[in-house]
């Protein structure tokens, strides 16, 4: 883009690069005093380089993953696909936009998964159905009983699974021991 302006020999100039958004001029103000013949200068532009800074943080704002720092020039169009963090999910699976001409900082937030847990009686029938976050314990339900039928007698032992840390969906069945009636 040209700036001309008339000038009487030895006058005085001051002339203000134009303002291009994004972009930072060699020389912001071109002065000097007129001589006896046209004067051409240039200034040259360069285009101004901010700084994208991903954050992947918990619902309480704690790190989830190591942040992703770039810096990128003014206009340039991103893409930057989220960190993958175990038990947990984002709304936001990548962050797209268009640099701005200032720093953006943006945060992701990650939610815990939500796991099904069944606690499933020896017949197939459910005793209990809990939704347990990540990483969290399922509660134990009372302990269940089993009817004695004619040749045995039977006692609960215990769960077939552990269930102090879940980390996917389980069906966790109770188990009895046996004891002959006869």
Do not use: C
């Not at 700084?51 to 704690?62: E, K, Q, R, S």
């Not at 020039?73 to 797209?96: C, D, I, L």
């Not at 039928?149 to 021991?177: H, L, M, P, R």
């Amino acid at each position: 883009k040209a700036v001309t302006k008339e000038v009487g020999y030895g006058a005085e100039y001051t002339i203000a690069s134009p303002v291009i958004e994004g972009n930072t001029p060699s020389v912001a103000v071109v002065e000097g005093t007129m001589g006896d013949g046209d004067v051409e200068i240039d200034v040259i532009y360069a285009v101004n380089t901010n700084t994208l800074t991903i954050n992947y943080v918990f619902a309480d704002g704690t790190t989830a993953a190591d942040s992703y720092v770039a810096d990128l020039a003014f206009g340039y169009a991103y893409n930057v696909k989220s960190a993958e963090v175990e038990g947990h999910t984002t709304e936001q699976p990548y962050v797209s936009g268009v640099m701005a001409d200032a720093d953006v900082t943006v945060n992701v937030v990650y939610v815990p998964n939500v796991y099904t847990v069944i606690f499933r009686d020896y017949d197939g029938s459910d005793i209990d159905v809990q939704y347990v976050e990540h990483g969290k314990a399922a509660t134990a339900p009372a302990d269940p009983e089993r009817a004695d039928d004619e040749n045995y007698s039977y006692t609960f032992k215990g769960w077939s699974a552990d269930f102090s840390e879940i980390t996917e969906d389980v069906v966790i069945t109770a188990e009895y021991i046996s004891t002959n009636l006869s």
